[in-house]
Structures are given as structure tokens and as C-alpha cells.
């Protein structure tokens, strides 16, 4: 099976600050790659999704790269609302891992 | 509006049984792909199996759950299922139904808020 990771493991940074997470899959997974939020206490959304389209709604300051193996998220102006955990998902084939997540903190 | 509502969670002992339904309303229930996603106490998220939507219907799961877990779904009653046997202190987790706009698995659009279920004696 394919193995997801993501670095750094947990960051802080200061508000308005660039945030980039990585996450590399162990094999090329093409560009079927999701980002998630998880906010404290609260349940996951759907940030990015085919690696780099932004799902609805979502502020323009996520973007998301990459292809084949090696994907990055970046958030371009950090705000204080941004405090969460962040997860990446391959899904062109099963099993649909998760990365280990990065806890993002201000 | 996209509504997921876990429910059958509970505390059970190892090697004891604990069926989870998922009512869905807001959207073409057999349309979409549907899976489940759990997240151990403190820990990050783990996909756990999933079923495709459409006509015909294809079931996929993780290597922890498999011969353990199985997934289905009713359309006619717009609600999706996990029967899980052989329960281990490792499966206490909560367990997130989702689902994608979308017949195909892929990324996960809507989550409900989760169903707690403790594995121990």
C-alpha cells in the first residue's frame, strides 16, 4: 500500500506569516489528492481537493500544489482562525490513507 | 442542505459486535459515494472502508478492518451502515460518516459529526 507523510509534524507561526506543510505519498498517486481542516474539538472540512482546486468556500489564502508523489499546501497570510490540524488523503486507489497530520499553531 | 446523522455508537466489549447506521438527507443519497472515517482519541484521521454510489456498488476497506468490518448501504432508506465484529481495543475511535458529490470514491465533501465507539471491558 501506498504510505502517506507529512512534515513538519506540528509548526508555529506568527499571523500573517507564509505556511507551507508538505505531504509525499510513497508512490505516485498522479494529482488524487485532498487537504482537510480539523479546527479544535471540531469535525474535518474539505480544503483542496485534485491537489491544487480550492473547494467551496474556501479562502483564497489555502492553495494547494503538486503531482506525483510530492504535494504542498500553503497558507499565505496565516490568520488566528487558521489554529488546526491539516490532513492530507490520496484517493486514486484504495486504500484511502490519510497523512499523519500538522498541527498548525499561532 | 447535506446532512449526515451517525448513530450507534456505544461501549462494548472486545470481541463483541456494534452496528453504526448514517442517515443522509439533503442530496441523491444513491448517487453518491459514501465512506467512513474514524479518529482514535487524540489521534489523526484513518479512512476505514468506503462504498461507491450509482448502480452498481463496489466496497473497499482498510487492512485493520478488513474480514471485520462490512459496509452497506439501503437507498431506499437514504442510510449507510457498518457492521463491525470482532471488536478490539484499537477500533475505540469516532466514526465519521462521509460522503462526495459523486458516484466514484474521491475526496470527502461532507462529514457528520461523528459516533462515538469505546471497545473495552
Known amino acids: 500500500d501506498i504510505q502517506m507523510t507529512q512534515s513538519p509534524s506540528s509548526l508555529s507561526a506568527s499571523v500573517g506569516d507564509r505556511v507551507t506543510i508538505t505531504c509525499r505519498a510513497s508512490?505516485?498517486?498522479?494529482?488524487?489528492l485532498a487537504w482537510y481542516q480539523q479546527k479544535p474539538g471540531k469535525i474535518p472540512t474539505l480544503l483542496i481537493y485534485?491537489?491544487?482546486s480550492l473547494h467551496s468556500g474556501v479562502p483564497s489564502r489555502f492553495s494547494g500544489s503538486g503531482s506525483g508523489t510530492d504535494f504542498t499546501l500553503t497558507i499565505s497570510g496565516l490568520q488566528p482562525e487558521d489554529v488546526a490540524t491539516y490532513y492530507c488523503q490520496k484517493y486514486d486507489s484504495a486504500p484511502f490513507t490519510f497523512g499523519p497530520g500538522t498541527k498548525v499553531d499561532i | 442542505e447535506v446532512q449526515l446523522l451517525e448513530s450507534g455508537g456505544g461501549l462494548v466489549q472486545p470481541g463483541g459486535s456494534l452496528r453504526l447506521s448514517c442517515a443522509a438527507s439533503?442530496?441523491?443519497?444513491?448517487?453518491?459515494?459514501m465512506s467512513w472515517v474514524r479518529q482514535a482519541p487524540g489521534k489523526g484521521l484513518e479512512w476505514v472502508s468506503g462504498?461507491?454510489?450509482?448502480?452498481?456498488?463496489?466496497?473497499y476497506y482498510a487492512d485493520s478492518v478488513k474480514g471485520r468490518f462490512t459496509i452497506s448501504r439501503d437507498n431506499s432508506k437514504n442510510t449507510l451502515f457498518v457492521q463491525m465484529n470482532g471488536l478490539r481495543a484499537e477500533d475505540t475511535a469516532i466514526y465519521y460518516c462521509?460522503?462526495?458529490?459523486?458516484?466514484?470514491?474521491?475526496?470527502?465533501?461532507?462529514w457528520g459529526q461523528g459516533a462515538l465507539v469505546t471497545v473495552s471491558s
Open positions: 508512490q505516485g498517486i498522479g494529482v488524487a
Open positions: 462521509t460522503s462526495r458529490p459523486g458516484p466514484e470514491m474521491g475526496p470527502l465533501d461532507y
Open positions: 462504498v461507491t454510489g450509482g448502480s452498481g456498488t463496489i466496497t
Open positions: 485534485t491537489a491544487s
Open positions: 439533503g442530496f441523491i443519497f444513491s448517487g453518491y459515494a
